[in-house]
Each structure stands twice: as structure tokens, then as C-alpha cells.
């Protein structure tokens, strides 16, 4: 459809920003549902963040996503950081509010959870211990996200044992770091495995992991979408396990993004799976 003067605007801001896939997303839904809006790519520096997104209000833009690597310096810039950012440690969606000000919150526990109950939705967080692969950015909103879902247990595997502890402690709770070369063991009695690390990403190593001792009841999710299978998910299939991949939460933690600066919470569904996995094509 056409786009007016009056037109809704929001976008992406990152450096680089040209491999994110969100403008595929919410032009997808604008389209779908004829709402006069734009949602554009914003190339931005790390030295010119506060400018940019000050400068939104004047623009007449109604928010903006974050992705690498503005997420954690935005917590120091918005006017108002929510639960889900603080929980999260990084903010991925500014809404500007009443008199310009901007609120910052992270829809990524959302959009891991959202996907995981639409990938596996006889998955249930208390059936037994969660194995989280990594322990960045990503990890810390997974584990969080299965914390205040109420996950029985949570073993945080990362190559450098002191980040894995030190979000261990950060998050408190029912999460403990475990030692690389003890990445095949916890996953004894687990109900599930996360992968998010870039480990299996086009370009990357596979991660090696055998899965040998995880039960074959539990869920296998990669965070990873490019390649959507990979070789972590094939494995896992191969052998029975239910295999949750990466798209999903991309899909679904860019709805209330959308919510908040179109007026409605769009639906992930499989024309939008396959408009956005048309962008992936080599």
C-alpha cells in the first residue's frame, strides 16, 4: 500500500544493520494488514546512539528495535527501563512515550518462549533440568525467561567457566555453570537444550556436543536460523528428539514491538515463515 505523510514509523537500529531480517517482519504485517506505516533499517554508530535516539521524538518515529551492538548501552539512555530489560540485562525495543520519552524493555523472553510452546508445545518447564549452551547476552534472556516460567533447574554450559558463573550469580535462582568438558554429561535427565551460541551459524563450527546421554523426550531449540537446521537440530532429529529452530523466536519477539507502534499484536504464521525465510535464500 501506499505510504502517507501521516504514516507510522519505526525501525531498526544497528552497526551494521543491514543483515537483520526485522524490516522483512513488520513490513510483512504492515502489508497484511494495510496499516500506513514504515519500518526501515537505521545504521548507527556506537558514538552516535544517544543522538539517534533522541532525536526519534523529532523524527515522528514511534520507537525503534535494537540489535548488535546497542542493546546493553541503550539501559543508560532510555528514560525508562522496564522488568523485561532489567531481567534481560539489555534493552531491544524503545516505544516512545508521553512527551517523548522513551521506554526501553527486551521482548526476547517472550519471543524464546512463544516459540518453544508453538515448536513443542507438550514441553513443560517443570519436567526436568533446562541446558543452556552459552552464556552471552542470548543465554542470559533464555534463562531467565525459563526461570520465571519455573524450570526445575538450569546448567548453564559455556567454553569460559567464569561467564557461566558469573550469570549463574547474577540470575540466582536454580541456575549453576557447568564445565565445558561436563557438557555431555548434564545433559542426563534434561528436558531440554538450548543452544545459543553462534556454534552450527553458516560460517561457524558445528557445536560439539554429543547427544548421547540427553533423553529422548527432551526438546532440542538452536537459537541459530541460518542455517535453519542445523547440525545440532538434524542430530537431535535423527534420533528422535523434538527440534524447536531459530526463526521462531525471531518471528515472535518482534510482536509487541509491533503491538506498541502500530496499534495491534500481529500473528506469526507460515506465509510469514516463508516471506521471511525467502530473504534467506542465497
Known amino acids: 500500500m501506499n505510504i502517507t505523510g501521516a504514516a507510522k514509523l519505526a525501525g531498526v537500529m544497528g552497526w551494521p544493520v543491514e543483515h537483520s531480517r526485522s524490516p522483512a517482519v513488520h513490513q510483512f504485517w504492515l502489508a497484511e494488514h494495510q496499516i500506513d506505516g514504515a519500518y526501515v533499517p537505521l545504521p548507527v554508530e556506537p558514538k552516535n546512539l544517544r543522538q539517534a535516539l533522541e532525536a526519534m521524538p523529532a523524527l515522528g518515529f514511534r520507537g ?14 532510555v528514560d525508562e527501563v522496564d522488568a523485561t530489560a532489567r531481567r534481560a540485562g539489555a534493552v531491544n525495543t524503545i ?3 508521553s512527551g517523548g520519552r522513551l521506554g526501553g524493555s527486551n521482548s526476547d523472553m517472550f519471543g524464546f518462549l512463544e ?15 533446562a541446558v543452556v549452551i552459552g552464556a552471552g547476552g542470548s543465554a542470559r534472556a533464555v534463562a531467565a525467561a525459563l526461570l520465571d516460567e519455573g524450570a526445575a533447574e538450569i546448567r548453564l554450559v ?31 535427565d534434561a ?3 538450548v543452544n545459543t551460541t553462534s556454534l552450527g551459524l553458516e560460517g561457524q563450527p558445528p557445536l560439539d556436543l554429543a547427544l548421547d546421554d ?4 527432551a526438546v532440542v531449540n538452536d537459537i541459530v536460523y541460518v542455517p535453519l537446521e542445523t547440525p545440532l537440530l538434524a542430530a537431535a532429529r535423527a534420533r528422535g528428539n523434538t527440534a524447536v529452530d531459530g526463526l ?5 519477539q518482534a510482536r509487541p514491538g509491533f503491538a506498541a507502534w502500530f496499534g495491534m499484536m500481529p500473528a506469526v504464521t507460515p506465509a510469514l515463515r516463508r516471506a521471511v525465510l525467502a530473504t534467506l535464500a542465497p
Open 95 to 97: 516505544v516512545v512515550g
Open 191 to 193: 528436558s531440554l537444550l
Open 214 to 217: 540427553l533423553p529422548r523426550a
Open 158 to 188: 559455556n567454553r569460559t567457566p567464569a561467564r557461566a558463573a558469573e550469570l549463574a550469580q547474577a540470575l540466582g535462582g536454580k541456575v549453576r555453570a557447568v564445565a565445558w568438558v561436563e557438557r555431555a554429561r548434564a545433559l542426563r
Open 64 to 77: 525503534c528495535n535494537l540489535t548488535i551492538p546497542h542493546k546493553e548501552a541503550a539501559l543508560e539512555i
Open 115 to 129: 516459540a518453544l510452546r508453538e515448536g513443542a508445545p507438550k514441553w513443560r518447564p517443570d519436567e526436568g533440568p
Open 248 to 252: 521462531g523466536m525471531l518471528l515472535h
